[in-house]
């Protein structure tokens, strides 16, 4: 199975600040990586696809990089609404792997 | 627009068995696998399951292989999951989830349906 080793697991930031997220794989992926927000009670909603595909009606302040076993998430500019637990997902192999999370609160 | 409504949740002792649904619209059911995903209570995504289009393929976690099962009844746009030999550990927040045309990931979500195994 492919691990998916996500990092910070939280993080304090304030709104306007700039907030990044890595994710690393145990074995190259490709670029078989996605992103996800969840807020509390929520299910998960896309925010990339493909490591660094924009989904659509995603604000573009989000934006994901990374090919192989590396992987970031960045928040540009941080926004009241963007305070929630973000996931990576691999889907380049079964069973499909969740990084642990990073929460994002408020400083 | 995709819907995806989970239902069977509850509270069931160890051991028994539960089945949860998950209604499907807006997309075309038929022509894509389905996978449900799960969450225990404070901590992270665990992908649980998939079947593919037709029914004709499945995978499982380890963790639930040989007492879930996942089937799908395209006929009423419908998803299941049978959850026997149920563990403390299975207690979850359990959502159906549909992967894009590409299997690049989940383009779509239910709301998630909460099962809790205790006596």
């Known amino acids: 199975d492919i691990q998916m080793t996500q990092s910070p697991s939280s993080l304090s930031a304030s709104v306007g600040d700039r907030v990044t997220i890595t994710c690393r794989a145990s074995q190259g992926i490709r670029n078989d990586l996605g992103w996800y927000q969840q807020k509390p009670g929520k299910a998960p909603e896309r925010l990339i696809f493909a490591a660094s595909s924009l989904q659509s009606g995603v604000p573009s302040r989000f934006s994901g990089s990374g090919y192989g076993t590396e992987f970031t998430l960045t928040i540009s500019s941080l926004q009241p609404e963007d305070f929630a637990t973000y996931y990576c997902l691999q889907h380049n192999s079964f069973p499909w792997t969740f990084g642990q999370g990073t929460e994002v609160e408020l400083k | 627009q995709v819907q995806l409504v989970e239902s069977g949740g509850g509270v069931v002792q160890p051991g028994r068995s539960l089945r949860l649904s998950c209604a499907a619209s807006?997309?075309?059911?038929?022509?894509?696998?389905m996978h449900w995903v799960r969450q225990a209570p404070g901590k992270g995504l665990e992908w649980v399951a998939v079947v593919s289009y037709d029914g004709g393929n499945k995978l499982y976690a380890d963790s639930v292989k040989g007492r879930f099962t996942i089937s799908r009844d395209n006929s009423q746009n419908t998803l299941y999951l049978q959850m026997n030999s149920l563990r403390a550990e299975d207690t979850a927040v359990y959502y159906c989830?549909?992967?894009?045309?590409?299997?690049?990931?989940?383009?779509?979500w239910g709301q998630g349906t909460l099962v809790t195994v205790s006596s």
């Open positions: 989830a549909k992967p894009d045309s590409y299997d690049r990931g989940y383009d779509g």
């Open positions: 807006g997309f075309t059911f038929y022509a894509s696998g």
